[in-house]
């Protein structure tokens, strides 16, 4: 769960807790240890004691041992359950108190400039050197066997990692039986890493620099985390990595714990990258992972807000006083009015709003239990090419699989309501960054070597726009949005594709040789962004067209279209065919 404008790492009520069972060990009773016990004095026949004699006599210590390893968290978070709740973290096996055991290996990452590793980095001239922090088990249990002594920091600079320890270890076993105790799914009955508390020393400014950020990991991508820091924290695998900011430790958060587990049960094989299509580049798969683990989050806390005290009233994000974005409220509802393709965005994480509050409307409509299986049922059959439309079919299968015509019918209700199937991703020209987000478009370097397009690659969506009768011309100017750890950009270089009509423009990508499109016209984008279309061949209308980068991966933040009825001093579009 990757915040929107910020670094990436790779990738919120009925409260579920789990509840206080006895474990093994212990039978209860006292301590065993009580110190020296004196006998009473011989007396007359008086059973009253002297002042002396009490002095002098040690009662034995009758109070109970806790009957498992108990703890206290947030049933949820701070800002949505404050009061803290005891619990029992099962399935420990450690025998040194540390939080590891049947399913889960979690530690904090601690501020030690010396057991750190350091990092020399090369920003193109300029040198950074930053220190890792060392990941460590931070929390140990007390001398009774339990972790009731650990609380919440005080405060943000107080946080030592012992609490964010407690509340991942926790909420890991809640996920972990709900997947497999509810559904039977066993692929994650082995340890899963986590570490908590992600951070860097900056030498250029002395500040230890949070990553305001949580994420699940695959093993393959522990290397591509942010300044090489994936290298020094001694991940065995998989992993979760939590962050946060200054202000907020992200594994307060049950909500984005059960997110970020959903995605290594559900997302680790399956609905990642991208893929070509008939439309561009489709990156829905991506948004689909992070739909399907706010649904499951979600159904677990039975609360359709996810991240409410982790991604709302976040400040901005600096480093040395450079501004690296963030900020504002960025929580996910499931309950919203989103639709495809009018509120598509290619940012995974709001496309995957449209997706999940169909899965939610599914959810009121059949309730948790049916809905939960119909929904994982789905998601089983998903691959790293699903799209929207793929996903939708699969879930209505499922429901006439398992619940009958009438469920079938309303999930295909829940989707074709909010236009999910067989959505073209073209976006009105005035919706561009109408959410806040500008629209991501992937340059050449970005495929990994895959070029098919021959110099230049298509974005994820494309892009529409009405030309009224009499117009001569159409200008269309694309606003860039620059960006970098320190300001900046790479090389701006596109085209615009356009067709007449409201269908996308449409590619052929054959396995051997270049793709091709059914543009019938494609007009470079000059210095200023501007891109002008004039001729004869101009019709009043809906155009569609789609930029075809020919630089480095950019982000869209605006697109203007301007008609003008005076004859143009140049044309460039009075071939029709």
């Known amino acids: 769960m990757m915040l929107r404008h910020a670094p990436a790492l790779g990738l919120a009520l009925l409260l579920v807790a789990a509840p206080t069972l006895v474990a093994c060990g212990d039978d209860g009773g006292h301590n065993g240890s009580v110190g020296d016990t004196a006998t009473a ?15 002098d006599t040690v009662a034995e210590d009758t109070t109970p041992l806790p009957e498992g390893p108990l703890a206290k968290v947030y049933p949820v978070s701070p800002t949505e359950t404050p009061d803290l709740e005891e619990v029992e973290l099962a399935h420990l096996t450690s025998t040194d108190g540390t939080l590891v055991g049947e399913f889960a290996r979690v530690r904090a990452c601690v501020r030690d400039l010396e057991a750190g590793t350091h990092i020399p ?4 001239g300029f040198s950074l050197d930053i220190t890792a922090c060392a990941p460590e088990f931070s929390a140990h249990a007390d001398a009774r066997g339990t972790y009731l002594d650990i609380a919440p920091p005080a405060s943000p600079e107080e946080d030592d990692g012992k609490f964010a320890e407690i509340m991942m270890y926790h909420h890991m076993q809640v996920v972990h039986d709900y997947f497999k105790g509810v559904h039977g799914l066993t692929d994650r009955d082995s ?12 030498d250029l400014c002395e500040q230890w620099a949070p990553f305001p950020n949580a994420a699940f990991i695959p093993r393959e991508s522990i290397s591509e985390l942010p300044f090489g820091i994936g290298d020094a924290l001694d991940l065995k695998g998989d992993a979760i990595v939590f962050s946060g900011t200054d202000v907020k430790n992200f594994a307060f958060d049950a909500s984005v714990i059960y997110h970020e587990y959903t995605h290594s049960i559900l997302g680790a094989t399956r609905l990642n990258g991208v ?41 901005s994000f600096q480093i040395c006083g450079f501004e690296l974005g963030g900020g504002g409220n960025q929580a996910r509802d499931l309950v919203n009015a989103f639709s495809c393709p009018r509120d598509l965005t290619a940012e995974v994480h709001a496309d995957s709003e449209l997706f999940s509050a169909a899965l939610w409307a599914i959810r009121e409509a059949l309730g948790k239990e049916d809905a939960d299986a119909v929904i994982l049922q789905g998601v089983l059959a998903l691959t790293n090419s699903s799209d929207f439309t793929v996903a939708a079919e699969s879930t209505i299968d499922a429901a006439r699989d398992l619940l009958g015509a009438e469920a079938e019918a309303t999930v295909r209700e829940a989707f074709e309501s909010r236009g999910l199937i067989d959505c073209p991703r073209v976006l009105a020209v005035a919706a561009v960054g109408a959410r806040g987000l500008a629209v991501s478009v992937p340059g050449v370097a970005d495929l990994g070597g895959a070029d098919p397009f021959r110099g230049w690659l298509p974005g994820y969506l494309q892009y529409q726009v009405e030309v009224p009768e009499g117009a001569k011309s159409l200008e269309i100017t694309v606003d860039v949005q620059s960006g970098g750890l320190f300001g900046g950009g790479g090389t701006v270089a596109m085209d615009l594709a356009f067709k007449a009509g409201a269908d996308p423009v449409f590619y052929q990508i054959p396995l051997v040789g270049t793709a091709t499109s059914d543009a019938v016209v494609t007009v470079p984008v000059d210095a200023s962004g501007k891109a ?46």
């Open 191 to 202: 340890p899963l890493d986590a570490l908590t508390n992600l951070q860097a020393f900056v």
């Open 532 to 577: 002008t279309l004039a001729g004869a061949c101009l019709t009043a209308g809906t155009w569609t067209f789609a930029i075809h980068n020919r630089g480095d991966g950019l982000a869209v933040s605006k697109i203007t279209a301007t008609t003008s009825t005076a004859e143009p001093e140049t044309t460039n579009f009075d071939t029709c065919e």
């Open 275 to 315: 893929f070509f299509d008939e439309q561009g580049l489709n990156n829905l798969p991506g948004a689909l992972n992070e739909a399907y683990a706010d649904y499951f989050s979600s159904t677990i806390t039975d609360r359709h807000l996810l991240g409410t005290y982790s991604l709302n009233d976040l400040g």
């Open 41 to 55: 004095p011989d007396s007359a026949g008086d059973d009253a004691t002297t002042g002396d004699d009490v002095a």
């Open 121 to 124: 980095l090369d920003l193109g």
